[in-house]
């Protein structure tokens, strides 16, 4: 299954990125990285996921992408050393 959220990725003092998400608010996570907290995000969404499906909620509508094999519009975060 595929999905598109939008991202907010926060840097954090320490170091490292926080990363939430409007859409799903109860989607949280952090990483050393932009990479480390986008490879995390894969973890925290299959966790919101699966609370919703436990508690019977619907996932907002245009979460959910139906066709794979379509264009699909994504803002993406690139750093040029």
Known sequence: MYYKLPLLFE???EGGFTVTSPLL?????E???VEDALENV????AA???????TG?????N???SDPAASVWAETFVAIP
């Open 48 to 54: 919101v996921i699966d609370a919703y499906q436990e």
């Open 11 to 13: 840097p954090q003092r």
């Open 63 to 65: 979460l959910v992408i």
């Open 25 to 29: 608010p109860e989607l949280i996570t």
């Open 31 to 33: 990483g050393d990285s």
């Open 42 to 45: 894969r973890d925290a969404l």
């Open 57 to 61: 909620r619907t996932l907002p509508p």
